[in-house]
T-cell receptor, first 114, second 111 residues
Framework: DAGVIQSPRHEVTEMGQEVTLRCKLI?????LFWYRQTMMRGLELLIY????????DSGMPEDRFSAKMPNASFSTLKIQPSEPRDSAVYFC????????????FGNGTRLTVT | GIQVEQSPPDLILQEGANSTLRCNFS?????LQWFHQNPWGQLINLFY???GTKQNGRLSATTVATERYSLLYISSSQTTDSGVYFC?????????????FGKGTKLSVKP
């Protein structure tokens, strides 16, 4: 049974470039979460979708960040334009019953913006 | 917002030893989960335990919601248990979908 699949595993880009991170949910899961992990701030929720609908995007840092779920099993997180302070590990997670069920994380994308 | 405190921040054990990790939280919760982040950065869900006790092999967890704490027990520790253990909580009335993560307990198990 495949877990949450994220791509790419590593991304190095220059300031000002567009970055797109991808996530495939576990089959049968209906909730999708994007988290960011940094040494300074730990794990922070960026946005939460339930049944493809964004429920809480209060953690999205600013307008440079956008997230979509074009279908029930796939999501993208886009940063445009990227800045060095966006460097972090970005995790996608899914659950089968929204907020109150176990969260399963992908392996993360390590983003470095130079 | 709800505060989550984990203790100890760092723990070094000899292989075979037992340990207890603690998570205190400042408000009522309707969601509590324990995660293990291994040295390769993978986050693994250990328990979904808003209340009560659960066991999975050498690991067990207990949440006493009325007293606002949860404990993670690791018995007969192995080197593969090394990594950071996170407690994450969701509060009643909190932002929907937002699990608040503690700073973690970094565990090192020596052979």
């Amino acid at each position: 049974d495949a877990g949450v699949i994220q791509s790419p595993r590593h991304e190095v880009t220059e300031m000002g470039q567009e970055v797109t991170l991808r996530c495939k949910l576990i089959s049968g899961h209906n909730s999708l979460f994007w988290y960011r992990q940094t040494m300074m701030r730990g794990l922070e929720l960026l946005i939460y979708f339930n049944n493809n609908v964004p429920i809480d995007d209060s953690g999205m840092p600013e307008d440079r960040f956008s997230a979509k779920m074009p279908n029930a099993s796939f999501s993208t997180l886009k940063i445009q334009p990227s800045e060095p302070r966006d460097s972090a590990v970005y995790f996608c997670a899914s659950s089968f019953r929204g907020f109150n069920s176990p969260l399963h994380f992908g392996n993360g994308t390590r983003l470095t913006v130079t | 917002g709800i505060q989550v405190e984990q203790s100890p921040p760092d723990l070094i054990l000899q292989e075979g030893a037992n340990s207890t990790l603690r998570c205190n939280f400042s408000d009522s919760v309707n969601n509590l989960q324990w995660f293990h982040q291994n040295p390769w950065g993978q986050l693994i869900n250990l328990f979904y335990i808003p209340s009560g006790t659960k066991q999975n092999g050498r690991l067990s967890a207990t949440t006493v919601a009325t007293e606002r704490y949860s404990l993670l027990y690791i018995s007969s520790s192995q080197t593969t248990d090394s990594g950071v253990y996170f407690c994450a909580v969701g509060a009643y009335g909190g932002s929907q979908g937002n699990l608040i993560f503690g700073k973690g307990t970094k565990l090192s198990v020596k052979p």
